[in-house]
């Protein structure tokens, strides 16, 4: 991640609870990339719950299982599927009771529009179902704002933004269908502070309207203040400096890593039907393909030019690729 993003800011990251169980409740614009961001930027063990869709083959199924990742069952899977979430969030009433920490996306889906949708109600469930069937927790709510500059560019920039944490109980009156909807609006409210959102009517004319400014839309903040004052006082993203610099040394990059680039693409990048699974992708030919050709390439130069020669290129590979992104 480091090599793949020009920056990752992190805000208030000392708001997150500590020794307590945790339920994070984050957007989702950029598929894998999300959490993989929070992974990087919180140093607990997680759990994730993820769209079942992405567990039909039976490889990544055993995989992702590692990676403590749980299959959520929506509609669009099919309304038999939708009796096994009862299992998963029972399992996730489970950890949380165990002082566990639990992420889910309540928009139920990603999508790359700057916004919050409307929030599904799974979530509140699995806050109400621990309440009631552990008393005794004392559940924290964390929201979390993901921000990026340009989720289809390479190199791109984020901005991560923890909200305050909301103990659960202080939003419980016993009232369940009356909770749910206490509960959906109080999150919506209050990721709607932490990331840009656009509203959903005239939203191709609100963005472009931005986007002319030259907004940055690393600071929600500042984006929300400006569409809330009819587009007075925007703040604008920095200027972009050294350009010619900039594409001179990732020119350089694609030569040096032409085969992991090619494969990209004119292979992986043509097949990708969803765009918000551009930078998923892209990452993942990058962390696979991107070593491997690197090793094929010192032990190449090695055998034709010996062990200095190898080491000296591996370091010059290695501070192209860093300047390339970084600059």
């Avoid at 959490?35 to 490889?59: C, M, N």
């Avoid at 996306?105 to 599904?120: A, K, N």
């Avoid at 001179?248 to 699974?277: C, D, H, S, T």
Wanted: aromatic content about 12%.
């Amino acid at each position: 991640m480091f090599f793949y993003f020009k920056k990752i800011t992190v805000f208030n990251k000392e708001r997150l609870p500590k020794n307590k169980p945790t339920l994070i409740l984050c957007n989702h614009q950029n598929g894998l990339i999300d959490p993989l961001l929070i992974a990087v930027t919180i140093d607990r063990f997680l759990h994730y719950l993820t769209r079942a869709g992405v567990f039909t083959k039976p490889l990544l199924a055993k995989l992702f299982h590692r990676f403590q990742m749980l299959p959520v069952y929506r509609i669009r899977d099919g309304w038999g599927s939708l009796t096994n979430n009862n299992a998963i969030f029972e399992t996730c009433t489970k950890l949380l009771s165990q002082g566990e920490t639990v992420v889910i996306f309540p928009e139920g889906g990603h999508d790359l529009r700057r916004t919050v949708r409307p929030l599904s109600k799974g979530f509140t469930r699995i806050v109400w179902d621990t309440l009631e069937k552990y008393p005794e927790t004392d559940l924290q709510l964390l929201p979390l704002g993901l921000n990026y500059e340009g989720i289809l560019n390479f190199p791109d920039k984020a901005t991560i933004h923890f909200g305050e944490p909301i103990p659960a109980k202080s939003l419980y009156t016993g009232q369940r269908n009356q909770d749910v909807v206490t509960l959906k609006t109080r999150i919506q409210a209050e990721m709607s502070q932490l990331t840009t959102v656009v509203p959903i009517e005239n939203y191709k004319e609100t963005l472009d309207k931005l986007e002319s400014l030259k907004v940055d839309f690393l600071k929600p903040h500042t984006v929300n203040a400006c569409i809330k004052n009819n587009f007075e006082a925007p703040v604008e993203r920095p200027k972009a400096r050294f350009v010619w610099l900039k594409q001179l040394f990732r020119f350089l990059l694609i030569v040096n890593y032409i085969m992991p680039y090619v494969v990209w693409k004119y292979y992986a990048q043509p097949k990708i039907k969803e765009l918000e699974f551009v930078a998923t992708f892209r990452f993942a030919v990058t962390i696979v393909l991107g070593p491997l050709w690197l090793l094929l390439t010192v032990f190449a130069v090695g055998s034709l030019f010996g062990f200095a020669a190898a080491l000296y290129y591996l370091i010059m590979s290695l501070v192209l690729a860093l300047v390339a992104v970084k600059l």
